[in-house]
């Protein structure tokens, strides 16, 4: 009977494994011999140059000002969001639950719905300087002195389109964390209730280590995630990637690379580079958030 | 300018997806055999039962005005199945189907690299065309029917590539009436521009908007006004990349006179974080006097302007009286690319729409649709001109022989001319002095100018 079995479950992978295969994987393999050619992307012919396109990459100054952009969106992008999502999901859920809980959980996850150009568009209107909703907000309660180009702004582009990953991602981990927060039995709450503890201690006595399993996917996620970020900034930004490099990326200086350029050798290094980092930060992530497992 | 608008005419919903690694962007890639350009043969017959793709970049120039050419091809041919594809982003649309070797026909080629299409040997020789009986003027070859300059244009050591279809003009815009209300004249020098836009802040104006996010705009006219105190050896110098030409004492000049217009306020408030399409609506409405763009303007902006704006281009002010190049000097000519891909199915199917499309219903056709003065003569009788056009059209008469088609190294660098563009974003926002940007421009020169896997050309 077992040959039946596998057959059956070899069927249905099929599919699936064969579209993954050669949607996902054999483009990504690809990227390693195109990194080392000179590649221009336009006709068939390319030259292999050996490991010149990554030499020049480390002597090249926006793929570092561009790196230095994506560390400090890995830095802030999970601190503010997670932080963000543990606070409003204990509220949600403190007490066994606040009135209306399941309406703001609604709410909050409304941006996760969007696809990323609607979101890209819309923050576009409310970004707008002269007509947008935000400078006319600030007008019109009297802070008219804060508003400012935002997207156009050099001090101002990379913390507005953070913002913007902020308000599009708390949601999803708000959810995430209300799931596993009403996984945990209500007689520990109450124990600790009994020997005095305050909310705070409860939350982080009782609370965040035993969904931090989650809060370390959580993580790991938006590490990812901060290594990207190319949609949003090709929409957003100005140039895209601007003002100056304010707003660069690898993940935009790869693509600009590519099309802009006619770079595509070069792109597939940069492409290869940031593979790379991202296999290192997401066991790093693992490795710096392993606590011990707690069972209940 | 057609060139301008290579890089700059965007449009506003641009539908970004998120590619997790460029190979991704490559999947499709790599086919091993390398195709050369067959040798075009004069006078070889079109295969009229071939099916024929045409690619039409829909910008500023929309796609109604392909309709009369296709519909010619149709007639002259019935068996052939005639394909319209439009679109706004060919690097991303059409780059795998040149490297698949099944690239469409003929190509309104806005946003591909012309340069490096050449040196790859992906296009079609279009020298026969030019020696071709005129479409629709019998015993005249396309090239007499041509304006001076058309058939030299496009061309890439010497050979024909790239066949124009617009004769534009860039410069500033402003509305005639507007200035004629508050007894304004436009300016021929900066500094009787600085002057003038004192004068409209008191009016209640906004003296200036570009488009800012896309710098770029803004970009030719600084380097206008450079040329004109300068004269020509500094854009021959630019163009050859030469050690030290963007520290050129006029360039310098040029940028704190631009940089001026923010730092004096004289920028319609958020200039720098608006839109193409948010400036010029901006501008239109009056909310600004004015503003630098190309020919498609009038046409890209549609209603919005209200009918009686008396939308007018002028050249770019120079910086003095002492100026080595006159003030009437404007860049523009033939402009615009189309191109026949040497791997087509059907070249001669793509060369003959284009013979078609060069014909003179044709072309008065796509003026009368587009406002847009086009390249073959006679191409604009007997269609009203709208006073943009009409102002263009002047621009063009009183420029006689200073005029050029466009700074070269804006056609053969890519990167320098991104690099320029977003400096000129940064020069405008305030952040670097007018000497550290033109010292981080020669950096970026230098570059172009050392990476060997650029192919650099000369003028």
């Known amino acids: 009977m077992h040959h039946g079995k596998y057959r059956f479950v070899i069927g249905l992978l099929l599919i699936p494994l064969g579209l993954y295969a050669v949607f996902v994987v054999s483009p990504y393999l690809q990227a390693f011999p195109i990194a080392f050619t000179d590649w221009e992307g336009l006709s068939a012919s390319y030259r292999y140059i050996g490991f010149d396109n990554f030499v020049t990459l480390f002597h090249d100054p926006v793929f570092w000002v561009a790196l230095r952009h994506n560390l400090f969106l890995l830095v802030s992008l999970p601190t503010v969001i997670v932080t963000l ?26 941006p996760s719905v969007l696809s990323i150009a609607v979101v890209g568009v819309l923050w576009q209107f409310i970004f707008e300087p002269r007509s947008g909703l935000l400078n006319g907000f600030l007008r019109a309660i009297g802070l008219g002195d804060l508003a400012n180009l935002w997207l156009g702004g050099r001090d101002t582009a990379l913390a507005s389109i953070m913002a913007v990953v902020v308000w599009g991602g708390v949601g999803f981990y708000v959810v995430l964390f209300t799931a596993a927060m009403a996984a945990i039995p209500k007689e520990l709450y109450e124990a600790a209730l009994l020997d005095g503890a305050s909310p705070l201690q409860s939350f982080f006595r009782i609370t965040l280590p035993l969904i931090w399993n989650t809060v370390q996917v959580a993580i790991a996620f938006l590490v990812i995630g901060a290594l990207d970020q190319f949609a949003l900034i090709k929409v957003l930004s100005v140039g895209p990637g601007g003002p100056g490099d304010a707003t660069q990326v690898i993940s935009l200086y790869m693509y600009t690379n590519a099309f802009s350029y006619g770079k595509f050798g070069y792109a597939s290094a940069i492409g290869v580079t940031l593979f790379a980092l991202n296999m290192i930060l997401t066991l790093l992530t693992f490795r710096l958030t392993r606590r011990e497992r707690v069972v209940y | 300018m057609s060139t301008d608008g290579k890089v700059d005419r965007r449009t506003l919903l641009r539908v970004a997806l998120a590619a997790p690694a ?13 195709k050369s350009a067959p040798a075009p043969t004069l006078g070889a017959k079109v295969d009229g039962s071939k099916p024929l793709e045409f690619f039409n970049f829909d910008g500023g120039y929309g796609k109604k005005w392909t309709e009369m050419p296709l519909d010619l091809y149709r007639k002259e041919f019935p068996q052939a199945a005639v394909k319209l594809t439009s679109g706004q982003e060919l690097k991303q649309q059409l780059q795998p189907r040149f490297i698949q070797g099944t690239p469409p026909d003929l190509i309104e080629n806005v946003g591909l690299d012309g340069a490096s299409l050449v040196a790859k040997k992906q296009l079609y020789d279009l020298g026969p065309l030019l020696e071709m009986e005129s479409f629709d003027q019998p015993g005249v070859k396309v090239k007499d029917t041509l304006l001076p300059g058309v058939a030299e244009a496009g061309r890439y050591d010497g050979v024909k590539y790239e066949m124009p279809y617009v004769f534009g003009v860039g410069g500033i815009w402003y509305s005639q009436p507007l200035l004629d209300k508050h007894g304004w004249t436009y300016p021929k020098h900066w500094d009787e521009m600085i002057a003038l836009c004192a004068e409209i802040k008191k009016a209640g104006l906004a003296p200036w908007t570009y488009q800012g996010k896309f710098p770029g705009y803004l970009a030719n006219p600084l380097l206008m006004t450079a040329y004109k105190a300068a004269g020509p050896e500094l854009k021959k110098k630019i163009d050859n990349l030469e050690p030290n030409a963007w520290r050129d004492p006029a360039i310098i000049q040029a940028a704190e006179g631009y940089q001026e217009l923010a730092s004096k306020g004289y920028l319609l408030e958020g200039t720098q974080a608006l839109s193409h399409t948010q400036s010029q609506t901006y501008w239109a409405q009056g909310k600004a006097v004015f503003i630098p763009c190309g020919g498609w303007l009038e046409n890209e902006l549609g209603t919005i302007a209200p009918k009686d704006f008396g939308m007018t281009m002028a050249p770019v002010p120079g910086w003095s009286k002492d100026d080595k190049a006159p003030y009437e000097t404007v860049t523009g000519g033939p402009g615009g690319a189309l191109i026949v891909p040497a791997q087509a199915k059907n070249p001669l199917g793509g060369l003959e729409l284009l013979r078609i499309m060069l014909s003179k219903q044709c072309m008065q056709n796509f003026a009368k649709l587009t406002n847009s003065p086009v390249v073959v003569k006679g191409g604009t009788d007997g269609v009203p001109m709208s006073s943009a056009a009409a102002s263009m059209q002047k621009a063009v008469n009183e420029a006689g022989t200073n005029m050029f088609s466009d700074w070269q190294f804006r056609l053969w660098y890519q990167k320098l001319l991104t690099n320029f563009e977003s400096s000129v974003g940064v020069l405008m926002s305030g952040d670097q002095t007018p000497d550290e940007w033109s010292k981080q421009m020669q950096k970026y020169a230098d570059e172009t100018a050392k990476d060997p896997s650029i192919k650099k050309y000369h003028v």
């Not at chain 1, 403190?94 to 409304?110: L, M």
């Open chain 2, 22 to 34: 460029v190979g991704a962007l490559a999947s499709c890639a790599k086919p091993v055999v390398e």
């Open chain 1, 85 to 110: 999502s543990l606070f409003f999901s204990a509220i949600l859920n403190y007490r066994g639950g606040i009135p209306g809980a399941k309406f703001y959980k609604v709410v909050y996850f409304f």
